[in-house]
Each structure stands twice: as C-alpha cells, then as structure tokens.
C-alpha cells in the first residue's frame, strides 16, 4: 500500500464581522478586534420584547458585487460568472462564492490547466438557509404566487455545492457534511480523505454561512446556549462581552462567517508550482454515544489524541491550540479539562486561544474559519490575544493575554464540538515543518 498523500493548503479565503479576506482578517486577529456588538435599544413603549441575544458578530455592509470588486486578480469572466450566478441566491450562498473565489485566486487555480474533474468541493453545514426558508414563508403567506420562482433549489443546502460547481467549473465530487458547531472541522477531514483516496488533486472545503432565523435564535436561547441580554448582575451589568473561558461566560455569541481553504496533494501543488501556506497535518473525529447538548472531556481528548496520532505528533511539539471555546461555563470547564488531560496541568504548555472571542460563533463555519484564523497565525508568528479574558475561570491553561504574542507554531490543533457528542480536531502545520 503506498502511503498516505501528504495534504498541502495553497489557498484561503474568509468573510466576517472583523475581516472581508485574509488580510483585514490577519490585522484584526493581530490587533485582538472583536466584531461582537450589543443589539440596538428596546422600544420604549408597548408589549416588552422576549431578551434576544446579549452580542452579536453580523456581517458589516456586504455586498457580493463589491467582495468581488476586491479580486483583481480573478478574470473578469470569472467574476461576471459569479456575480450573474449567486446574485439571486440567499446570502450564505453568496458568502459561499466570495469565500471560495478568494480561495481559489490565492491558489492560482484560475489560471491552472488542471482537470476540473480532479478538483471537488465540500461544503460544511446545515440547516443554512432556514431564515431564507422563513422568510419566504412569509411573503407566500398571502398569495403564493410571491414564493420565490427558483426556492425549490435554494432551499436545500447543496444549492451551496451546485452554486460553486457552476462558478468554477469543477465537475469531480461535492458534496454537503454536518456535524452541528462541529461542521467546519467534519468538512475539512472529509476533504482530506478525499485527496488521500485519490478522487480528486484539488478539494475546496468551504465553511458556510449560517444565516440564523428567529426560530433558530429562540431554540439556542431556550436552550441556555446563547448568551441572552440582561442576564448581568449588579456586579456584572455585562455591558461588554466576556471572552470565552472567562468566569463572566454566559453562553455563545453568535456571529455570521464564512471561509474557505483549498487543499491539495503536495505532489499536485509541486506540478502547478502553487505556493504552500501550510499543511492539514492529521485529523479525528470521535462520537460521545450522547444525543444531548452535553460535552465529554473524555470524547474531546480522544479527538486531539487521534489528531495527534494520525499526524504523527508528541503532545509537546504542539506549540499552540485554537480552542472550541464557546463561552458556555460547562464547554469551556469540560475543555480545559480535556486540554489539561491531553498536555497536562503545568503552565509550560501550548497557547490556548479561541477565535469565537473576536468572530462571534460562526456555527456551521467555524471550524474553517478557525482553520483560517490557525494559519495565518503559523505564518506570521503569532497568537492573536483573547480581549475580555479578564478573569481566567480555569488558570491550568496557557492562554494568550490582552495583546498579541510572539509564538514560532510549527504544529497547532484546531478544534471543534458539536452538539450530539461531535468531537473534532485537526492538526495543521508550518509549511516546513
């Protein structure tokens, strides 16, 4: 059996609150921007409002015509595909393709000769268009003639693999995975599994957009997973979000991101003389046996301990770990556990940071977008800080301070936890490590 392909990142892309591409996103990591901002004022009269979420991470002013404006690099035929294709489609759609562009133009793929048919696409998420589905409901509701002519197509989450297929011309496999918060990570280990079997030399996996509905929002609230407004007290009045793993967490604050990385066999990018970034190292997924929205420190440790396995790593050469790190109390003590289990309990350990501090929880995208946020820390030497880890609820973590520091990552872990007992890791690398 000859061996395992060894999985190269040759491109990046990612749509945010704090970043429209990787380099707004790589300042606004570097310099600790948070996108979280609190709801606008309750009406002053009439029936009180039911308490929403405390903060939220929105996307700001985006247009698809202007995120492709951005990328002079594509060819305009390109860009006039894209924007006649997805212009009509619902906004994580149109997230989708600008992500995927930019991705694909940092790859070069646009001006490659490689077959399209050894290219693939997977996109990670779902549920993604269940504020589409209700808006739509609404304006059916007094004629249905008003529903959307193409809502048949847009409403199922692979008009996300269809809509990309079209723009870019790839005609190997796609296809759709979930793995609720866990997503992100399940798409990137399904994209390297597809490059390692050898059905493809080119796999975009992109992290898609969740656009919430109400229902949605009420569901995470109900439940106790979102961070609700005025749940402060008096010495508390939670008039700044807390960070995740700080003793004032709450919950999660939900953000809208997407993001995309392109991997490719190391021998297909030598063939195209493509620049590498990075490497997707190794990767885990473990199930809990649980189907409630109960996290195991056991489970997340044996997904880093697999991670750490399959890519061939000691726990002490890991230099940095991008955490799930939600902000709800008991993620965040049942994952310092697990980290505490897998690197032990001295302070000499890795840098612990969690992107969601900055990006809100992007949900179906985040582990990509994560995965994003991991590497262009590895390239430019980094830990991004964690702005409102005021008060540490777990000091047996080394988590980076109110400022960005200096750290040589030659390996990280990257990970992801889903309701329903997903567990994922990945381990990604230095370009020359």
């Known amino acids: 059996m000859s061996p395992a392909p060894r999985i190269a990142v040759t491109g990046l892309g990612v749509l945010c609150s704090v970043g429209d591409g990787v380099t707004e996103f790589a300042e606004s990591l570097r310099a600790g921007r948070s996108g979280l901002s609190a709801p606008g004022p309750t009406p002053a009269s009439g029936p009180a409002p039911t308490p929403g979420p405390?903060?939220?991470?929105?996307?700001?002013?985006?247009?698809?015509?202007?995120?492709?404006?951005?990328?002079?690099?594509?060819?305009?035929?390109?860009?006039?595909?894209?924007?006649r294709t997805a212009r009509r489609s619902p906004l994580p759609v149109q997230a989708a393709v600008t992500v995927a562009?930019?991705?694909?133009?940092?790859?070069?793929?646009?001006?490659?000769?490689?077959?399209?048919?050894?290219?693939?696409?997977?996109?990670?998420g779902s549920n993604l268009t269940e504020r589409y589905t209700e808006n739509s409901r609404a304006r059916a509701a007094p004629n249905p003639a008003y529903l959307p002519a193409r809502y048949a197509l847009h409403h199922q989450d692979t008009d996300h693999v269809a809509t990309l297929s079209r723009v870019l011309g790839?005609?190997?496999?796609?296809?759709?995975?979930?793995?609720?918060?866990?997503?992100?990570?399940?798409?990137?280990?399904?994209?390297?599994?597809?490059?390692?079997v050898g059905a493809a030399d080119v796999c975009l996996v992109v992290g898609?957009?969740?656009?919430?509905?109400?229902?949605?929002?009420?569901?995470?609230?109900?439940l106790g997973a979102m961070a609700v407004a005025g749940a402060g007290d008096e010495d508390d009045p939670a008039e700044r979000p807390a960070a995740p793993f700080d003793i004032r967490h709450r919950g999660f604050h939900p953000g809208q991101g997407a993001a995309c990385l392109v991997l490719e066999t190391e021998d297909s990018a030598l063939r195209r003389g493509a620049a590498v970034l990075g490497r997707l190292a190794g990767h885990a997924i473990a199930l809990d046996g649980n189907h409630l929205a109960a996290p195991s420190a056991d489970g997340e440790a044996r997904a880093m301990r697999g991670a750490l396995a399959a890519a061939g790593?000691?726990?002490?050469?890991?230099?940095?770990?991008?955490?799930?790190?939600?902000?709800?109390?008991?993620?965040?003590?049942?994952?310092?556990?697990?980290?505490r289990d897998v690197f032990g309990a001295a302070g000499g350990g890795p840098w612990v940071n969690a992107t969601k501090g900055l990006t809100g929880h992007c949900l179906a995208a985040a582990g990509v977008v994560e995965a994003v946020a991991v590497m262009l820390q590895i390239q430019g030497g980094f830990v991004h800080?964690?702005?409102?880890?005021?008060?540490?609820?777990?000091?047996?973590?080394?988590?980076?301070?109110?400022?960005?520091?200096?750290?040589?990552?030659?390996?990280?872990?990257?990970?992801?936890?889903?309701?329903?007992?997903?567990?994922?890791?990945?381990?990604l690398a230095h370009p020359d490590a």
């Open 54 to 83: 405390a903060f939220t991470a929105s996307l700001r002013d985006f247009a698809l015509d202007r995120s492709l404006d951005a990328l002079p690099q594509l060819p305009a035929a390109l860009r006039d595909l894209a924007l």
């Open 101 to 124: 562009l930019q991705a694909w133009g940092q790859a070069g793929l646009h001006e490659a000769a490689e077959a399209r048919e050894r290219t693939g696409v997977v996109v990670a």
């Open 170 to 196: 790839i005609t190997g496999e796609g296809f759709t995975v979930g793995g609720a918060s866990a997503s992100g990570n399940v798409g990137l280990v399904n994209g390297a599994r597809m490059l390692a």
């Open 208 to 222: 898609a957009l969740s656009d919430l509905s109400e229902l949605q929002t009420r569901g995470f609230l109900t």
């Open 313 to 339: 790593l000691a726990p002490r050469e890991v230099a940095y770990v991008s955490a799930h790190g939600t902000g709800s109390p008991l993620g965040d003590a049942t994952e310092t556990a697990a980290l």
């Open 385 to 427: 800080p964690n702005p409102g880890l005021d008060k540490p609820a777990d000091s047996g973590c080394r988590f980076s301070g109110t400022a960005a520091a200096p750290a040589g990552i030659a390996f990280a872990l990257s990970n992801g936890f889903g309701f329903g007992g997903i567990n994922t890791s990945v381990a």
